[in-house]
Structure formats: structure tokens, C-alpha cells
């Protein structure tokens, strides 16, 4: 009898175990608890983007199409490989920072010894041994050394230390395609290259993937999530945490969404996900609309600086990275790369402040473009009282003494923020170092 009841319990787990897509929240960090000032702009511009969706120039349903299908075949892309198509000092610069004055988060020198560790145990005498393809199963990260330990300048001086982390490449999503060059000396890590970025993901993040696999996967039919810090979990607890922007192959059967799962021999396997939240996950590409441009960006606003997605939070290539990607517009994952990969560049050097708002005025289009200065990389929601109003998650503003006044947050502001300041420094306001306009 007793033998009986077990497999019938057995039996229940097994039909009613699933993996369920719902509402979450990000987990609070250290990055939750940084510094965070006001300035006129974001006491003075009410902090939603909605408004200004009233200004925009619809897209249209083929021109988002044809944007989706570039950003289907760049997405694919470490699939259709053969290896990690990088030269040797492109997989190894990181290395320079071993020859400089560097920290831990808590202001302890970081010493010639862990960087010579930290060098063998990247094993690049192994490169492109593996050369397989893979995918993430899980929010992790691309690591520029195979170590979660922090690499920081001077925490003692303003811009440096914490959340600065000079080994965090990237976040890197859930179900996002991956070639595996090889493993670090202790096995723990994989170096590889993903659509965007390469470096070193844990071992346990990832499964390699066969031909079958990536045919089911990469079905040309896919979902995104239209919602931030969800939460993928099944009979053991969290898999997850799902950032907006994330990729969810539809399966052409039953019209669930998919994810990779990993099998006992280390490979990847489909398993169906159940959603029971509405709005958290549409049709990729969702519509260029005054609804879905409001809902989408004003999720976006006030989450914190996340340096390379330090913290499971955006810096801001990444902000605008995946305001774009429910729209079916693929954006590489830095802003110089980004300023380049636009229909259109509008260069705006050699203009003072106020040529440069009109050019921005008579130019940029709200919502499709963005305004650019190495470094950094801002969404241009429209205008208010003729001045240029822009999204952009933002470390601080400039002042005289070097030092920076820190918002360290998603902010809408003019292209001047803190110059009611008195300590601003002129020179360095975004609004006198903005070099181009994007257009899509």
C-alpha cells in the first residue's frame, strides 16, 4: 500500500510540475542603497515618459519587420559560427589591468598574485579547444576574468569604486545563443562569445546545444518579455530572474513559450513555460504605439546604475538596449557600437549649445532616436517648451572640483541636468559634449 501511494504521488508531481513565467521583483542590493540626488530636472520634469509619447511618428508594421528580422540573425548569430571569431588580444586585454593600481569594493589593493592567478585560470593556452555552441540558462553574467571578485579603481576618488566593476563585461540574459571557446583551468567557468559581448559565464549557467536543438529553438517564431524582474520558477523554487527584453521561442504545437533546461549528459532541453500573469510577455515585435512606447519606458525610469548590468540593474547603453528590443530593433551592447548602428547619424560637433538643441529639435525623432557622447548614450523622448527631453540612466553631473554630484539612476531630464548649479562644470553639461544624433 505504501509503495502504492509513493507512485501515485509520483505520479501527480510529474503531471503537475511546470515551469511557470510570472510577476517578481529584483532582489535588493548594495546598488539599491548608493547615492542618489536630485537636480532641477528631475524636480521640475515630472518623472514619465508618457507625455511625450503623443509626439511620435508611428512605425511601420513592414519597417519593424524588417528591423526584426536584422535582429532575429544578430541574436542567432554565435549559432552559425564555427568558434569564437576573436583574435587573441581581443579575448585577452583584460589583462592590462594586472599592471595597474587596482581594488576590492572595500578599498583593499588587489595584489600581483590573484592577477596571476586569475591569468592561468583563464587557460587561454586552451583556446578554442571546445568550439561548441551553447545557451544560457539562467540571468548571469559575461565576467572579464573567470572570478566573481571585483576589479575597481581608487574607491577613495569620485566616478571609481563600487558600482565600477571593471570584470563585469555584461548581464546576459536567459535562452541567449552562445559559442563556447573553452573552460578556465578549474572548470567552473566558460569563456565565450554571445551576440554582443564575450567573456566568462559559470559552467553551470550554460548547456551546450546540439543541431536538433537550435533547429526547435531558433523556429523563427518568438516572444519577449514585455515586463521587468519576473520571476521563472519550477518545482525546486527560482530558476530566474527575467529582465525586460528577454528571448521566448513560441512552440508552433501548443503556442507556449520555451526555455532551455539542462539535461543530465550537460546539454540543453526544451521545457514549456506556463505564464498566469497578462501583459507580462507579447509577440516580438510588439507595436510601435503610444501604449506600448509608454509602457515600455516608464518601467525603465528610476531603476539604478547598474555599471555592465552590475546587480541585475542597466547602465545606460543597456537601458536603451532594451527599450528597443520589444520593438524588434536590435542595439549592440555598448554605446560607441550603438551611435553606429543607427539608419542615420546626425553629427552634431563643432555646433555650440544652442545650434546643437535645434539640430536636435529639427532632427531626432522622439522615441527612435539617440543622443550620443562617448561614453554615454541617452533615448530622446521629444521636447518640452522647446528644450530637448531626454531617458537616460545616468551617473552623475560634472562639477568644478572633478567630483560628481550622483543621481546613479534612470532619469528624464533636458540636456543640461544641474545647470542651476553653481558648482556645475559648463564644460562638461551633456548638452556641450553631445557629438551625433541616432536615428531609426
Known amino acids: 500500500?505504501?509503495?502504492?501511494?509513493?507512485?501515485?504521488?509520483?505520479?501527480?508531481?510529474?503531471?503537475?510540475?511546470?515551469?511557470?513565467?510570472?510577476?517578481?521583483?529584483?532582489?535588493?542590493?548594495?546598488?539599491?542603497?548608493?547615492?542618489?540626488?536630485?537636480?532641477?530636472?528631475?524636480?521640475?520634469?515630472?518623472?514619465?515618459?508618457?507625455?511625450?509619447?503623443?509626439?511620435?511618428?508611428?512605425?511601420?508594421?513592414?519597417?519593424?519587420?524588417?528591423?526584426?528580422?536584422?535582429?532575429?540573425?544578430?541574436?542567432?548569430?554565435?549559432w552559425s559560427q564555427s568558434a569564437v571569431e576573436l583574435t587573441h588580444s581581443e579575448k585577452t586585454w583584460q589583462f592590462k589591468y594586472a599592471k595597474e593600481r587596482t581594488y576590492r569594493a572595500n578599498g583593499q589593493r588587489i595584489s600581483k598574485a590573484?592577477?596571476?592567478?586569475?591569468?592561468?585560470?583563464?587557460n587561454f593556452k586552451e583556446a578554442d579547444t571546445l568550439n561548441l555552441p551553447a545557451i544560457t540558462l539562467r540571468h548571469t553574467n559575461l565576467r572579464l576574468y573567470p572570478s566573481n571578485q571585483g576589479i575597481y579603481y581608487d574607491p577613495k576618488r569620485t566616478g571609481e569604486g563600487f558600482p565600477f566593476d571593471y570584470s563585469q563585461n555584461s548581464a546576459i540574459y536567459i535562452n541567449t545563443p552562445?559559442?563556447?571557446?573553452?573552460?578556465?583551468?578549474?572548470?567552473?567557468?566558460?569563456?565565450?562569445?554571445?551576440?554582443?559581448?564575450?567573456?566568462?559565464?559559470?559552467?553551470?549557467?550554460?548547456?551546450?546545444?546540439?543541431?536538433?536543438?537550435?533547429?526547435?529553438?531558433?523556429?523563427?517564431?518568438?516572444?519577449?518579455?514585455?515586463?521587468?524582474?519576473?520571476?521563472?520558477?519550477?518545482e525546486n523554487g527560482q530558476i530566474s530572474l527575467v529582465k525586460m527584453g528577454s528571448i521566448f521561442p513560441i512552440d508552433p504545437q501548443t503556442k507556449k513559450y520555451l526555455i532551455a533546461k539542462k539535461d543530465e549528459k550537460g546539454f540543453a532541453k526544451l521545457e514549456k513555460v506556463t505564464v498566469n500573469d497578462i501583459d507580462i510577455i507579447a509577440h516580438k515585435p510588439i507595436k510601435f504605439n503610444q501604449y506600448n512606447l509608454a509602457y515600455i519606458s516608464k518601467q525603465l525610469v528610476g531603476e539604478p546604475y547598474g555599471w555592465g548590468g552590475k546587480e541585475k540593474c542597466r547602465d545606460c547603453s543597456a537601458l536603451t538596449r532594451d527599450f528597443f528590443a520589444p520593438f524588434g530593433i536590435y542595439l549592440p551592447r555598448n554605446s560607441r557600437q550603438q551611435a553606429n548602428s543607427g539608419a542615420e547619424f546626425i553629427s552634431l560637433r563643432g555646433l555650440n549649445s544652442n545650434e546643437k538643441k535645434e539640430s536636435i529639435l529639427n532632427n531626432a525623432k522622439p522615441f527612435r532616436s539617440l543622443l550620443f557622447v562617448p561614453g554615454h548614450i541617452t533615448l530622446y523622448l521629444g521636447e518640452k517648451n522647446r528644450e530637448p527631453i531626454i531617458l537616460h540612466n545616468y551617473w552623475g553631473v560634472r562639477l568644478k572640483d572633478g567630483s560628481k554630484k550622483v543621481m546613479g539612476r534612470a532619469i528624464i531630464t533636458t540636456t543640461s541636468p544641474g545647470k542651476e548649479l553653481s558648482n556645475v562644470k559648463k564644460k562638461s553639461m551633456l548638452i556641450n559634449t553631445l557629438t551625433g544624433v541616432v536615428n531609426f
Not at 590573484?114 to 583563464?122: E, L, M, P, T, V
Not at 567557468?189 to 546545444?209: E, H, L, M, N, R
Open 178 to 234: 552562445i559559442m563556447v571557446s573553452h573552460y578556465s583551468l578549474n572548470k567552473n567557468w566558460v569563456y565565450a562569445q554571445s551576440p554582443f559581448a564575450s567573456g566568462w559565464i559559470k559552467t553551470k549557467d550554460i548547456a551546450f546545444t546540439n543541431l536538433a536543438f537550435q533547429e526547435q529553438f531558433q523556429n523563427g517564431d518568438y516572444a519577449i518579455t514585455v515586463k521587468d524582474n519576473l520571476n521563472l520558477s519550477d
Open 1 to 78: 500500500m505504501k509503495k502504492i501511494l509513493i507512485t501515485i504521488l509520483l505520479l501527480a508531481t510529474s503531471i503537475y510540475a511546470q515551469t511557470i513565467l510570472s510577476l517578481g521583483e529584483r532582489e535588493a542590493s548594495n546598488i539599491d542603497y548608493m547615492e542618489k540626488n536630485e537636480v532641477g530636472d528631475t524636480s521640475n520634469i515630472p518623472q514619465d515618459p508618457t507625455p511625450f509619447t503623443q509626439q511620435i511618428e508611428l512605425m511601420s508594421a513592414d519597417e519593424q519587420l524588417s528591423y526584426d528580422q536584422i535582429y532575429n540573425e544578430k541574436f542567432f548569430a554565435p
Open 114 to 122: 590573484w592577477y596571476k592567478q586569475a591569468i592561468k585560470n583563464s
